[in-house]
């Protein structure tokens, strides 16, 4: 038996957000996701579990679905939050040498 689960997040870009799970299905870790503007969601597919993420009235993103799949997903979805956010904020001055992923935590090196 699965329950339904809401996790509320800090992220608050659409932008990182959307680049996010652009860099997911590129890994192949989502199939799919559709963004609806309208209604402020965003659908994702991952293997046949469906996610939906939706824009509260505060501001930040909620991730709801399976409660098997939800809390691995949304931590995911944070660490690529953050790597998105950190290579569009690098100073002009520091450029990504080397990008490695080791046990499913990303490691970035500058060089500047």
Known sequence: MSFYTMIK?????????VCALEEMKKRGEITSFIQNEKKETIEVDRDGDILNIVMA???????????????RFSNRLK????????????????????????????QILLKG
């Open 79 to 106: 660490q690529f939050y953050a790597y998105e956010s950190i290579k569009d904020n690098l100073p002009l001055d520091f450029e990504i040498a080397k990008e490695t992923e080791t046990g499913g935590e990303i």
């Open 57 to 71: 009235k505060t501001g930040n993103a909620e991730v709801n679905g399976d409660n098997r799949v939800v809390h």
């Open 9 to 17: 997040t800090e992220m608050t870009i659409k932008k990182y957000l």
